[in-house]
């Protein structure tokens, strides 16, 4: 039982999609409680132990299937976790071993996206500060927009992304 919990535990963690493992787990909750059960039957039983274990397994079972529906509604997304609201969370953190001043200039270059960006399929530069993109949907369909740029700061983030490359390096 150990290692069950430990193998989707690690699934659960590790996968992009963790509603499978989730799910897993819900059935080796419910495994659980049967082996409770029959816990429960045996001559040298504890009835007080095995009715409070059966109570915190039970718990644990109902709170393992509601975040497993709330995977589940968000319908498998491609993010690493989901909230109801539809809002992603970071959940990695990537060092890349150079000056602040170069990243800044690949990433202000907007056509360099789609190469890192899976579902992003092109930016088509209109000026220095309006775009076009074109991104992959849901079933295949192709989604546009006209985005704009109102805020350029490179040299106030330049500074603060130099310090912490400086701290790290």
Do not use: H
């Amino acid at each position: 039982m150990g290692l069950r919990e430990i193998a989707t535990g690690i699934g659960i963690l590790t996968q992009r999609r963790p509603a499978e493992w989730l799910w897993a787990r819900v059935g080796g909750d419910i495994i659980d409680l049967i082996a409770l059960r029959k816990a429960f039957n045996s001559e040298r039983a504890k009835p007080a132990n095995i009715a409070i274990a059966t109570i915190m397994v039970g718990g644990i079972t109902a709170l393992d299937a509601r975040c497993d529906q709330q995977l589940s509604r968000s319908n498998g997304a491609e993010t690493d976790d989901t909230v109801s609201d539809g809002i992603g969370k970071v959940m990695k953190t990537i060092l890349i071993n150079r000056p602040p001043a170069e990243l800044y200039r690949y990433w202000r270059d907007l056509q360099n996206l789609p190469r890192f960006m899976k579902n992003l399929e092109s930016v088509e530069l209109i000026t220095d500060k309006r775009s076009r993109w074109t991104a992959k949907g849901p079933a295949g369909a192709r989604v546009k927009w006209d985005a704009e740029i109102i805020e350029d700061r490179p040299s106030r983030m330049y500074r603060v992304a130099l310090a912490r490359w400086r701290r790290y390096r």
